[in-house]
């Protein structure tokens, strides 16, 4: 920084011990504020006992040890919000009455139920028996069922299909029913 006065300049500079000095101001008032703003925290706090606070915020914790449906080889694709623990395994349907265009199909047919290009897609996994999994529970109910897989950039993706429908409406339709049966994520698509 320079300072002109008349014709003399002036500079100012910061080295050594002046720099070590103002760095070590501005640090000790970032700490101070960090412990005054937890002071204020903790003063304004409900007193403890209060039903706005529970007396055991860790009462409701389950140990590691008794958490159940854990999928040992779950990965980011098969767990609910990024968390570590495997999504809950889901319950078989009830069998529907089906139509005279679709037959049930084994999880593993490569070819697809009916003559149509629309299917529902269930769910996308990295690991195939994930997929099947979920496509034998279809299966078991009567819909026309086929894992599809896929590469993609990250890795290979095993695809729950439901279909082979002539029309989107018809798989929207399907799409809706089993929306209502515990697969909140089918939703219809064009497979070419």
């Known amino acids: 920084m320079a300072e002109r006065q008349g014709n003399e300049v002036r500079e100012l500079r910061l080295e050594g011990v002046g720099l070590f ?3 070590a101001f501005l640090g000790a008032g970032l700490v101070g504020a960090f412990f005054l703003g937890r002071w204020y925290e903790r003063s304004s706090a409900p007193p403890v006992g209060s039903d706005q606070w ?3 915020p860790l009462e409701n914790v389950v140990p590691p040890e008794q958490v159940e449906d854990v999928d040992v080889g779950a990965n980011r694709f098969d767990t609910i919000g ?3 623990v495997a999504e809950p395994a889901r319950q078989a349907t009830p069998a529907v009455a089906q139509t005279s265009d679709a037959q049930p ?10 003559n149509g290009s629309f299917y529902v897609q269930i769910a996308a996994f990295r690991e195939r028996g994930s997929a099947d999994r979920i496509a034998a529970e279809l299966d078991s109910a009567g819909y026309p069922v086929n894992v599809f897989s896929e590469d993609g950039p ?4 095993f695809k729950v ?6 029309t989107r409406d018809e798989a929207a339709t399907i799409a809706g029913e089993l929306k209502t049966k515990g697969h909140p994520g089918a939703f ?4 070419d």
Do not use: E, F
């Open 105 to 114: 199909v084994a999880a593993s047919a490569p070819a697809t139920a009916g």
């Open 154 to 157: 990250s890795g290979q993706l």
């Open 54 to 56: 529970a007396s055991d």
């Open 21 to 23: 000095v103002i760095v």
């Open 82 to 84: 990024g968390s570590t």
């Open 161 to 166: 299909r439901v279909g082979g429908y002539r």
């Open 188 to 191: 219809p698509t064009k497979v």
